[in-house]
Structure formats: C-alpha cells, structure tokens
C-alpha cells in the first residue's frame, strides 16, 4: 500500500485514514498514537472512543471519499 502525500500529512498530524480493501474497513493511524491509547485503555474502550472520533470526524470531512478506496 501507497500512502498519498495528503494521507502522509493527515497522519503527521494525528489524524487517522479510513480504506475498504476488499470489502474489510481498515482505519490508519501512527503506531505511536496506538500504542499511546493501548497502553492506558483496555481494547474496548479504545475501540469505542477511536469509532466516535472517526465518525464525528467523517461527518464534516468534505474529502471523505477520497481517502476511502473502494473494494476490489
């Protein structure tokens, strides 16, 4: 997988990437920010609190679709 310079730069700063690869939802964060909830959070919470972020995220993300990749 290829990362664009715009996925690069959402990522330098925290933010997290949303792609659907062969129909399985896949979010992209920096393996320091994981590691920083993991290690503070049980799995559910993180899971939880990482799912509302997306979603308030998304729904003022006017280049959502662009950082999606449809399903093969």
């Keep these: 997988m290829k990362l664009t310079d715009t996925e ?5 700063k925290g933010e997290t990437i949303q792609i659907t690869e062969d129909g399985i ?19 559910e919470v ?9 979603n308030e995220y998304d729904n003022d993300d006017p280049l ?4 999606q990749r449809p399903s093969a």
């Design 25 to 43: 939802h896949v979010v992209i964060m920096r393996a320091d920010l994981y590691e920083q909830y993991r290690s503070v959070l049980p799995s």
């Design 64 to 67: 959502l679709e662009g950082y």
């Design 46 to 54: 993180v899971t939880q609190l990482v799912d509302k972020s997306l």
């Design 8 to 12: 690069k730069q959402a990522l330098s």
